[in-house]
């Protein structure tokens, strides 16, 4: 079946500093990730549409210019969290649909607990 | 605009015992559900999907039902047991039919 893996599982960075989260579709190709923000017992919010070689697409109020995304190969999207404060402090996770309009749902990385301090 | 709600938020029973965990959605033009199990800091491991063509999808001891009409999925586990202990969220696409919007999750925890 479809599997996704991210990297790293956890990290704790300093405030200030960049953070890199990478998503890989391991078996099959995704022209389109998602990227979820997850809050302490709160559920999962879509942040973010990563697109194989175009613009990512955010949803309102998810700063672009901080949550920077790459998807430059149909295996691969990152997730660059600029600047980090420790209010970005969270669980990053990413997704992928199994198939081309995720009629089979949708597969899901293990996650990035990310600690600001 | 889909919003999804679960019932109950957490739920606590003995080994042993059947129990049912409750989703509902407000949008009934959806075109399939997913539950999903999430264990305390890791990603989502997906239970099942229902097609919305379909009344409800069998695993193991594992049952999910699909009413579109009212906007109601259910999960049932029978002869739970303690490795069941974790959060189970469910999701449906949204309007775009690209990303999913999910529940809050019921946090289920089984004692042996």
């Known amino acids: 079946g479809a599997v996704v893996s991210q990297h790293p599982s956890w990290v704790i960075c300093k405030s200030g500093t960049s953070v890199k989260i990478e998503c890989r579709s391991l078996d099959f190709q995704a022209t389109t990730m998602f990227w979820y923000r997850q809050f302490p017992k709160q559920s999962l919010m879509l942040m973010a549409t990563s697109n194989e070689g175009s613009k990512a697409t955010y949803e309102q109020g998810v700063e672009k210019d901080k949550f920077l995304i790459n998807h430059a190969s149909l295996t691969l999207s990152t997730l660059t969290v600029t600047s980090a404060h420790p209010e970005d402090s969270s669980f990053y996770i990413c997704s992928a649909p199994s198939d081309s309009h995720g009629v089979r749902g949708y597969t899901f990385g293990s996650g990035t607990r990310l600690t600001v301090v | 605009k889909q919003e999804v709600t679960q019932i109950p938020a957490a739920l606590s029973v003995p080994e042993g015992e059947n129990l049912v965990l409750n989703c509902s959605f407000t949008?009934?033009?959806?075109?399939?559900l997913q539950w999903f199990r999430q264990d305390p800091g890791k990603g989502l491991t997906s239970l099942l999907l229902?097609?919305?063509?379909?009344r409800e999808q069998t695993s193991g001891r594992l049952n999910a039902s699909l009413d579109k009409s009212s906007g109601r999925s259910t999960l049932y586990i029978a002869a739970s047991q303690p490795g069941d202990s974790a959060t189970y969220l469910c999701a449906v696409p949204n309007q775009a039919g690209t990303a999913l919007i999910f529940g809050k999750g019921t946090t289920l925890s089984v004692s042996s």
């Open positions: 949008d009934s033009a959806i075109y399939n």
């Open positions: 229902i097609q919305s063509s379909q």
